[in-house]
């Protein structure tokens, strides 16, 4: 069974930074993309980053581009999301996820509860 859960979330001020770290298990973590989403309030599911199994192609969405670091760890099966430079439009709650290999990347077929990230003066 698939699992993923989030953490490291949290209150940021504008131009502050926070760490997410995702812990993922169940599956072959190396063998598969591994997604960022994020849901603000009143607002659907937006795609953050992406990057492959073996590291080694990674995309992000303009609106985090230069600002947002995606990173992963097949060693600890671990995937995290370091943020720079936080904007207060980047209040939401961050998703790890993935899609196996198939599937749009704004909506992973799996994703773990999810870690509130707000930025606030």
């Known amino acids: 069974e698939v699992h993923l859960v989030e953490s490291g979330g949290g209150l940021a001020r504008p131009g502050g930074s926070l760490r997410l770290s995702c812990a993922a298990s169940?599956?072959?973590?190396?063998?598969?993309?591994m997604i960022w989403v994020r849901q603000a309030p009143g607002k659907g599911l937006e795609w953050v980053s992406v990057?492959?199994?073996?590291?080694?192609?990674?995309y992000y969405a303009d609106s985090v581009k230069g600002r947002f670091t995606i990173s992963r760890d097949n060693a600890k099966n671990t995937l995290a999301l370091q943020m720079n430079s936080l904007k207060t439009e980047d209040t939401a709650v961050y998703y790890c996820?993935?899609?196996?290999?198939?599937?749009?990347?704004?909506?992973?077929?799996?994703r773990g509860q999810g870690t509130q990230v707000t930025v606030s003066i």
């Open positions: 990057i492959g199994g073996g590291g080694d192609w990674i």
């Open positions: 169940g599956f072959t973590f190396s063998s598969y993309e």
């Open positions: 996820g993935t899609n196996m290999g198939h599937g749009p990347w704004s909506n992973p077929t799996f």
